[in-house]
C-alpha cells in the first residue's frame, strides 16, 4: 500500500477512535453510573504505564534520563498537571454535563486559542485566514450553546465552562511540551505525564474506589477506552505523522468531533438539530484553516507550531 494512503488511514482511524471513546465515557456514566473522575484515574495510570514500559522495552534512554536533566524534568512535571491531567478532567466532566459529541466539538476551539495566544505574544495581529476561524470558532460555539438565540442556553453553564476549559487545556497541551518534544520521544514524554498525571486524578478519585455496574458492558467499554481509545491509536497517530507529516495527520484529526457526534447520534441517541450540525461544522472548518499549508514563505504564527500540535495525540482520549 502507499505510505501516503496507509498515514491518512492510521490518522482517520486514530481519530476515529478517539471519538468513539468519549461515547464510551458517556455511555458509562450514563448507564453504568460510573464516575468519570475514576476513569480518568484508571486511564492515565494504565496508558501511562504500558507507554513507560513500551519505551523501556525498546531501549528508549530518555525514559531514565529524562529525570536526569533537571529543566526538562521541572517542565515535565508542570505539563502533567497543566497539561496531560488537565486536559483529560475538563474534557470527561464536560461528557458528564453535556455528551460526548458537545463536549468533542468544543474543545476543538482549541486551535484558536493557540492562533490567539501567538498572536498576543508575538505582537502581530491574526492573518486573513486566522480571523475567519477565530469568527467561525466563535460563531460555531455560539450556535452549539444557544441554537442561535442569545437568551436562550441550550447546555449547562456548568458544561460550557468545562467544556471552554477543556479547550484551553488543549491549546495548553499543544503548546507546553514542545521544548520537551525536541530533546525525548514522544512516548517517553506522554507516557511519564499522563503516569504523574494519575497522581493528582487519584487524589481526587482513588482507582480502588470502583463505583456504578461493573458487568460485562461495563468491563468492556473500559477496556475499550484503555485499549482502543488511547494506546492503539496514539501508536496509529504517531506511525501517521511519521509518514504523512504533522500537518495532514492534524488536518484528518477532524474525523474525531465527527465520530464522536454520529457514534453519539446512532448510539447513544444524542438529538442535534440542524442548527447543532451548522454549529459543529463551523468549528471543525476552523481546524481546516488553521493547518491548510499555505503558499505565502512567511507562515502565519498557527503554522510555527504544526509540527508539535500532531502531539496532541491524547486530547480526547
Given at each position: 500500500?502507499?505510505?501516503?494512503?496507509?498515514?491518512?488511514?492510521?490518522?482517520?482511524?486514530?481519530?476515529?477512535?478517539?471519538?468513539?471513546?468519549?461515547?464510551?465515557?458517556?455511555?458509562?456514566?450514563?448507564?453504568?453510573?460510573?464516575?468519570?473522575?475514576?476513569?480518568?484515574?484508571?486511564?492515565?495510570?494504565?496508558?501511562?504505564?504500558?507507554?513507560?514500559?513500551?519505551?523501556?522495552?525498546?531501549?528508549?534512554?530518555?525514559?531514565?534520563?529524562?529525570?536526569?536533566?533537571?529543566?526538562?524534568?521541572?517542565?515535565?512535571?508542570?505539563?502533567?498537571?497543566?497539561?496531560?491531567?488537565?486536559?483529560?478532567?475538563?474534557?470527561?466532566?464536560?461528557?458528564?454535563?453535556?455528551?460526548?459529541?458537545?463536549?468533542?466539538?468544543?474543545?476543538?476551539?482549541?486551535?484558536?486559542?493557540?492562533?490567539?495566544y501567538y498572536s498576543f505574544v508575538q505582537k502581530k495581529l491574526p492573518t486573513a485566514r486566522e480571523?475567519?476561524?477565530?469568527?467561525?470558532?466563535?460563531?460555531?460555539?455560539?450556535?452549539?450553546?444557544?441554537?442561535?438565540?442569545?437568551?436562550?442556553?441550550?447546555?449547562?453553564?456548568?458544561?460550557?465552562?468545562?467544556?471552554?476549559?477543556?479547550?484551553?487545556?488543549?491549546?495548553?497541551?499543544?503548546?507546553?511540551?514542545?521544548?520537551?518534544?525536541?530533546?525525548?520521544?514522544?512516548?517517553?514524554?506522554?507516557?511519564?505525564?499522563?503516569?504523574?498525571?494519575?497522581?493528582?486524578?487519584?487524589?481526587?478519585?482513588?482507582?480502588?474506589?470502583?463505583?456504578?455496574?461493573?458487568?460485562?458492558?461495563?468491563?468492556?467499554?473500559?477496556?475499550?477506552?484503555?485499549?482502543?481509545?488511547?494506546?492503539?491509536?496514539?501508536?496509529?497517530?504517531?506511525?501517521?505523522?511519521?509518514?504523512?507529516?504533522?500537518?495532514?495527520?492534524?488536518?484528518?484529526?477532524?474525523?474525531?468531533?465527527?465520530?464522536?457526534?454520529l457514534i453519539a447520534v446512532f448510539w447513544l441517541g444524542v438529538q442535534m438539530l440542524l442548527i447543532?450540525?451548522?454549529?459543529?461544522?463551523?468549528?471543525?472548518?476552523?481546524?481546516?484553516?488553521?493547518?491548510?499549508?499555505?503558499?505565502?514563505?512567511?507562515?502565519?504564527?498557527?503554522n510555527l507550531i504544526t509540527e508539535e500540535y500532531a502531539e496532541e495525540v491524547l486530547n480526547h482520549?
Amino acid at each position: 500500500m502507499n505510505p501516503n494512503i496507509k498515514g491518512a488511514l492510521y490518522a482517520i482511524i486514530a481519530a476515529s477512535l478517539w471519538g468513539v471513546s468519549g461515547t464510551f465515557v458517556q455511555f458509562l456514566n450514563e448507564e453504568k453510573q460510573v464516575d468519570p473522575a475514576w476513569l480518568i484515574t484508571v486511564r492515565m495510570f494504565s496508558a501511562g504505564l504500558t507507554l513507560v514500559i513500551v519505551a523501556a522495552l525498546t531501549k528508549d534512554k530518555g525514559v531514565w534520563n529524562i529525570w536526569k536533566d533537571v529543566p526538562i524534568r521541572n517542565r515535565l512535571l508542570i505539563f502533567s498537571i497543566t497539561g496531560m491531567f488537565s486536559v483529560q478532567y475538563f474534557f470527561f466532566m464536560a461528557i458528564q454535563h453535556s455528551n460526548a459529541a458537545t463536549a468533542t466539538i468544543i474543545q476543538y476551539i482549541g486551535p484558536v486559542l493557540i492562533a490567539v495566544y501567538y498572536s498576543f505574544v508575538q505582537k502581530k495581529l491574526p492573518t486573513a485566514r486566522e480571523f475567519l476561524a477565530i469568527v467561525l470558532a466563535l460563531l460555531g460555539t455560539f450556535l452549539l450553546v444557544t441554537h442561535g438565540n442569545i437568551s436562550n442556553l441550550i447546555i449547562s453553564p456548568v458544561a460550557l465552562t468545562y467544556g471552554i476549559l477543556s479547550a484551553i487545556a488543549l491549546a495548553v497541551y499543544t503548546v507546553q511540551p514542545i521544548a520537551i518534544m525536541k530533546k525525548y520521544s514522544p512516548i517517553v514524554v506522554v507516557g511519564w505525564s499522563m503516569l504523574i498525571g494519575s497522581i493528582l486524578a487519584c487524589i481526587i478519585k482513588p482507582i480502588w474506589q470502583v463505583e456504578g455496574t461493573m458487568d460485562a458492558g461495563a468491563i468492556g467499554s473500559i477496556l475499550f477506552i484503555l485499549v482502543l481509545g488511547t494506546v492503539i491509536p496514539f501508536s496509529l497517530f504517531l506511525s501517521a505523522v511519521k509518514k504523512i507529516g504533522a500537518q495532514k495527520s492534524s488536518l484528518i484529526s477532524c474525523f474525531e468531533p465527527l465520530s464522536a457526534a454520529l457514534i453519539a447520534v446512532f448510539w447513544l441517541g444524542v438529538q442535534m438539530l440542524l442548527i447543532d450540525w451548522v454549529g459543529a461544522i463551523c468549528i471543525m472548518l476552523t481546524v481546516f484553516l488553521l493547518t491548510k499549508p499555505k503558499k505565502q514563505k512567511q507562515p502565519a504564527v498557527i503554522n510555527l507550531i504544526t509540527e508539535e500540535y500532531a502531539e496532541e495525540v491524547l486530547n480526547h482520549s
